[in-house]
């Protein structure tokens, strides 16, 4: 089915198989240029829905609707060849019960081609988890602090610190997994308790903001280049993008005003008369 010299892309179980093998490498993207930028390093992109707050401007990431989410899937599609990608089911789109999951999930592997999707919620999702993967329609489930949720959790606070958030999370964990979801997001859980999940469960766990005991990472491609501001503990800045533009831009700027840009070379000359 496919020629040689055609790259194919990771699949589940590419991914699945890595457990206990090597840590499992995956960002965000959004953006085609970007996708193609991150897919030669990434097993998987995801198209978070964290682009609300870092595409859109958005103080959450509750606004953000799923043909937004569709069209981004598309380009990061498009500009990746070889890393599954994943969609991050918006707010409102999965909730209400698990025909309209169904209804949309299936609508965004068929219109994007995309492998698998992502839902925020434990053991309360189970059963909708359950459905879709009953329904041919990978999912990879999202527990610990769930930005959807950040209204009833009063804040984007690390979970897992006193007992009974501890038992809760890891009931969540087990709950989607004997629910058939491939893998978990584990967002800015304690060390420790990612760490217990990590062993106890079958399935890949994928850390943001819970340690290196996951069995992969994943970072909002913005906050790691610092492209986006924050200065939250988990994440590490790996470049220092917002200073290379502003310095690039302030350039620009200053060149423009002092006729400086365009010069000759940027020039198109008259065309010799023949
Ligand atoms: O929306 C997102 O970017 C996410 C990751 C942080 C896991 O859910």
Known sequence: ????????RNTIRDITKLKGARPVVSLT??????????????????????LAMVLYGMESTIGVSLNTMIEHTKAVMRGSQKAMVILDMPFGSFEQSKEQAFKNASRVLRETGC????????????ETIRFLVDRNIPVMAHIGLRPQAVHVMGGYRTQGKNEQERTEILNDAFAIQEAGAFSVVLEGVAGSLAAEITEKLDIITIGIGASVDCDGQILVVEDMLGYFPGNAKFVKRYAEVGETIDSAVKQYSDDVKAKIFPALEHTYGLKPKS
């Open 1 to 8: 089915m496919y020629a040689d010299n055609q790259m194919r």
């Open 29 to 50: 993207a959004y953006t085609a240029p970007m996708a193609a930028s991150l897919d030669p390093h990434v097993d998987f992109l995801l198209v978070g829905d964290s």
């Open 115 to 126: 492998a698998a999707v992502k839902l925020e919620g434990g053991a309360v999702m189970a």
